[in-house]
């Protein structure tokens, strides 16, 4: 592995399922989050995690739940999907509030809720 | 409130210059990002301003004005690999990324 790693790649998921995306990183960064991307509204915060045992809500979190057990792994879960929910996930990682660089994204998942 | 705008859409020509506008309002502002994201893929880091100026990295460059909330993303010598979408970012204070602000991205189309 090599930086983030997002499963699964797409996926097509009836209402009313339950549905866990992964997201993984190796390179031992402090802080995750969750994103949503959808057409003309751009990348939206859903939820994060400064460090390994707490998280925070994001801009768009309802629907969504997340954990951090560790400093690797940031699965987020949608308890039973709904249409709305349909969107490209993106996952990403960073270091440090100074940090110049920003974030690292995971490749995406592509959800669509049927 | 925060707010990010950036045109939807622009097109240029193969080997011209383009140049990208960022307008933001934010409640704090700890630096600003450009990223490129192609169709399909992730974004990835272009750019980093946290002082007024330019920054030059290659053929692309990013300039920030604090004062006016304002930015661009300058492409010099365009490729058609240039073709991507270009997202502006502001940080703003507080602990690592959470106030991450992201614009709606501009569709930027290269043509031969």
């Known amino acids: 592995i090599a930086g983030i790693t997002q499963a699964p790649t797409s996926q097509i998921l009836a209402a009313g399922r339950r549905m866990t995306l992964r997201c993984t990183q190796d390179?031992?960064?402090?802080?995750m989050y969750w994103y949503r991307q959808d057409l003309g509204l751009g990348l939206r915060l859903i939820h994060y995690?400064?460090?390994?045992?707490?998280?925070g809500k994001g801009e768009v979190p309802d629907g969504y739940s997340v954990s951090r057990a560790n400093t690797d792994d940031f699965p987020l879960t949608l308890a039973s999907a709904v249409p709305s929910q349909t969107s490209v996930y993106f996952c990403?990682?960073?270091?440090?509030?100074?940090?110049?660089?920003?974030?690292?994204f995971g490749s995406g998942t592509r959800l669509t809720v049927v | 409130g925060q707010n990010i705008d950036q045109p939807t859409e622009m097109t240029a020509t193969e080997g011209a210059i383009v140049q990208i506008n960022c307008t933001y309002q934010?409640?704090?502002?700890?630096?600003l990002f450009w990223y490129q994201q192609h169709a399909g893929e992730a974004p990835t880091f272009l750019s980093y301003?946290?002082?007024?100026g330019l920054e030059e990295k290659g053929r692309f460059s990013s300039f920030l004005s604090r004062s006016k909330g304002y930015s661009y993303l300058l492409l010099k010598e365009l490729q058609m690999k240039d073709s991507a979408s270009y997202l502006c970012?502001?940080?703003?204070?507080?602990?690592?990324?959470?106030?991450?602000?992201f614009g709606p991205g501009t569709r930027l189309s290269v043509l031969p």
């Open positions: 970012a502001v940080r703003g204070p507080g602990n690592y990324g959470q106030n991450f602000v």
């Open positions: 990403a990682s960073s270091d440090r509030a100074g940090d110049s660089y920003g974030y690292t």
């Open positions: 995690s400064n460090t390994a045992g707490t998280t």
């Open positions: 301003n946290v002082l007024d």
């Open positions: 934010t409640s704090g502002f700890n630096g």
């Open positions: 390179m031992r960064h402090n802080a």
